[in-house]
């Protein structure tokens, strides 16, 4: 049964026209006009319990807006949120019982209180009782190593350290759902590995059910089996990363490397996507397209030394995603 379920959700942003200048800005003050941002446009998806969805798209997309309608500190425009049978943000604190929320951009902690006063308080705002709450603190503690710092003031903590303070903290209520919104940003990469562990276990083992948007592609690869993918407010892709990577991984990738360069090459069978000089990277125009192929159309002549089959990565997906968009927004395998 879907926990979450968002139907044809529209958040518009208004707001008064600026002027510019000292007159401009007292004039706007009593402008009617006004400059609309549909940040969220008609956005439907469903999310079962235990799933694990990443919400990616490029800056502006209308991601944060999205996740704060989920956790009811935004309103939708039109259209409906509903999160474990509630509409969010007319149930702000009986949703907020059963959700956890953690925005990598904004502190939840008490700056100048060593990090164990504010999960003591998050202790007493939710509620928790004596015990449940000693049981996760303790294996919070452990499990995101945080026994060298869960008495020092949040101020004095590195980025890592707090992100994983953050996540306890989202998390000591036992929620259904955590919401993260890009909780691995300006994460060193030791960092973010030790909080996609931590959130795919969390994930695996309680079962709990993760949202959380990122520009980071490896946070999808290794928190987030379902992918949604929007753009300018608009829903492109909602499937599982493995099959928008056979839908568009069919183009693999071919690198020949010459010892001298022959300059830019066009081919018909394959699409020079990088051009390094000496070594060149193409994608194959088809499934059926073979090495031999292109190499046929190539012909002799260049000084060809080495040529490789490269399965695509994972950004290179996400980018002929974009390129392809028209093509397949909407798309549900
Ligand atoms: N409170 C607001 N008032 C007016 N416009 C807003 C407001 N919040 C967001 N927007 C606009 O809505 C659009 C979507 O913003 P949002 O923050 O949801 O994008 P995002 O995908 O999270 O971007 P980023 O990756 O840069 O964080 C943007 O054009 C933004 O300027």
Redesign the pocket.
């Known amino acids: 049964m879907a926990i979450i379920a968002a139907s044809s959700v529209e958040k518009i ?1 208004r ?1 008064p026209k600026r002027q510019s200048g000292f007159g401009g800005a007292l004039r706007s003050l009593f402008s009617r006009e006004h400059t609309e ?1 549909r ?1 969220v446009d008609g956005i439907s998806f469903a999310i079962e319990g235990g799933e694990a969805a990443g919400y990616l ?1 490029p ?7 999205m996740i704060k309608m989920m956790t009811g500190i935004l309103v939708p425009s039109s259209g409906t949120v509903e999160v474990l049978g509630r509409e969010p943000h007319s149930n702000r604190i009986t949703n907020a019982a059963e959700i956890g929320v953690v925005f990598g951009q904004r502190s939840q902690l008490w700056w100048d209180l060593p990090v164990r006063d504010s999960f003591d308080l998050n202790r007493h705002i939710y509620d928790i009782p004596a015990s449940r709450f000693a049981d996760n603190l303790a294996r919070l503690t452990s499990m995101l190593d945080m026994a060298g710092y869960i008495d020092r003031p949040v101020r004095q903590l590195s980025l890592g350290q707090r992100m994983r303070a953050e996540i306890a903290m989202a998390l000591l209520h036992d929620p259904k759902i955590l919401f993260l919104d890009e909780p691995t940003i300006g994460l060193d990469v030791v960092a973010k590995d030790v909080v996609r562990k931590f959130l795919a276990e969390v994930n695996r083992e309680r079962g709990t059910t993760i949202i959380l ?1 990122t ?1 980071d592609l490896v946070d999808i690869e290794e928190i987030c089996p379902r992918l949604i993918m929007v753009d300018d407010g608009k829903l492109l892709f909602d499937g599982e990363l493995r099959h928008l990577r056979t839908a568009l991984g069919s183009r693999r990738r071919l690198k020949l490397e010459f010892g001298t360069d022959p300059g830019a090459i066009t081919l018909k069978t394959a699409q020079l996507v990088t051009d390094e000089g000496l070594a060149k990277h193409f994608l194959l125009e088809s499934q059926q397209t073979s090495i031999l192929d292109v190499l046929t159309e190539l012909g002799s002549g260049h000084d060809l030394k080495d040529v490789k089959l490269e399965e695509p990565n994972i950004e290179e997906v996400i980018r002929t995603f974009y390129q392809n968009k028209p093509a397949l927004a909407g798309a549900r395998p």
């Open positions: 942003f707001q941002v940040a798209g800056n502006g997309a209308g991601k944060s807006t948007t520009h």
